[in-house]
């Protein structure tokens, strides 16, 4: 595997059920990032974490958990979450997060879909 | 705060030039950059360009930079099918990136 990797590509859930989504990145990176696409808007920067810190929590509800247990690993947990939160939910990483010139890599996403 | 807008849909017939524009209000943005997404793909990276630069040409890509009326644009010459996808500025400050909502481009042939 290369790049960024992102599982599943395609999650229903119900309101009420728990589910994860999963992003690795390949790349030796050390920044990692959860943003939230829906449809014609803004990319929304949710999460970002560096060295496994996390140094961004854009007033994201609870019902979303980030977890970074290494720095090639980044989990988004979800529960109790509203049809409003259905999206496409992108991972990226960069090789540091204080450096301006650091590209971000994106995964291919997440399609969810809250029923 | 941060606010970068696009217009949402360009056609362009196959062979022409394709030019997206978009404005930011960050003027302390130090890097603007331009980003692709085809369906059911993430972002990729097609271009950026440095604050202190007006211009910048990458094969069919150019990007112009007016930093002081915060506008940036994207031409892309000979526009072919395989450039039909979602373009999306964004402006980098510190690691944050804010994005724009993206330009649907479509190529007809």
């Known amino acids: 595997e290369t790049g960024v990797t992102q599982t599943p590509r395609h999650l229903v859930m119900g309101m009420t059920n728990k589910k994860s989504l999963k992003c690795e990145q390949h790349?030796?990176?050390?920044?990692m990032y959860w943003y939230k696409q829906s449809a014609k808007k803004p990319l929304e920067l949710m999460f970002v974490y560096s060295l496994e810190e996390r140094v961004e929590n854009n007033s994201v509800p609870s019902r979303f958990s980030p977890e970074c247990p290494n720095s090639s690993h980044l989990f988004l947990h979800l529960h109790t979450l509203q049809p409003e939160d259905s999206a496409l939910y992108l991972c990226?990483?960069?090789?540091?997060?204080?450096?301006?010139?650091?590209?971000?890599?994106f995964g291919p996403g997440t399609r969810l879909t809250v029923l | 705060g941060e606010d970068v807008e696009q217009s949402l849909f360009l056609s362009v017939r196959e062979g022409d030039s394709s030019v997206i524009n978009c404005t930011y209000t960050?003027?302390?943005?130090?890097?603007l950059y331009w980003y692709k997404q085809e369906p059911g793909a993430g972002l990729q990276l097609l271009t950026y360009?440095?604050?202190?630069?007006d211009m910048k040409q990458d094969q069919r890509l150019t990007v112009l930079l007016n930093k002081k009326d915060k506008h940036l644009s994207l031409r892309i010459a000979d526009t072919q099918t395989g450039d039909s996808a979602i373009y999306f500025c964004a402006e980098k400050n510190d690691y944050k990136l804010s994005f724009g909502a993206g330009t649907t481009v479509t190529v007809r042939a």
């Open positions: 360009i440095f604050s202190n630069m």
């Open positions: 990226a990483s960069s090789q540091e997060t204080g450096y301006n010139g650091d590209e971000q890599f």
């Open positions: 790349l030796g990176h050390n920044a």
């Open positions: 960050d003027s302390s943005s130090t890097y």
